[in-house]
């Protein structure tokens, strides 16, 4: 049984920064890809970032020059460091890792606002 689990969330000032970070635990000893979704109120869940086991990254045009995403592959954990926030970057974060199956973390709220 694998698990993600995400924190790192909460309410912010325009312009501010967050870190969230996805532990994986469980019986598996490493995944393909990592990333974070996101889905806002009455919105479809979209791809934020992803990065792959080699490093490769890839990000939403949305969030390109402000948002990093990283993992520590020893400790089966990813990161997304989130700069210059928005108030369109209000949602819930889901983390997403990618072996065989396609697991999926519960999320956690951002939520922008002055």
């Known amino acids: 049984q694998v698990q993600l689990v995400e924190s790192g969330g909460g309410l912010v000032q325009p312009g501010g920064s967050l870190r969230l970070s996805c532990a994986a635990s469980g019986s598996i000893f490493s995944f393909r890809a990592m990333g974070w979704y996101r889905q806002a109120p009455g919105k479809e869940r979209d791809l934020v970032a992803v990065i792959t086991d080699d490093g490769s990254t890839n990000y939403a045009d949305s969030v390109k020059g402000r948002f990093t995403i990283s993992r520590d592959n020893a400790k089966k954990t990813v990161y997304l460091q989130i700069n210059s926030l928005e108030p369109e970057d209000k949602a819930v974060y889901y983390c997403?890792?990618?072996?065989?199956?396609?697991?999926w973390g519960k999320g956690t709220l951002v939520t922008v606002s002055s």
């Open positions: 997403n890792a990618q072996s065989l199956f396609n697991y």
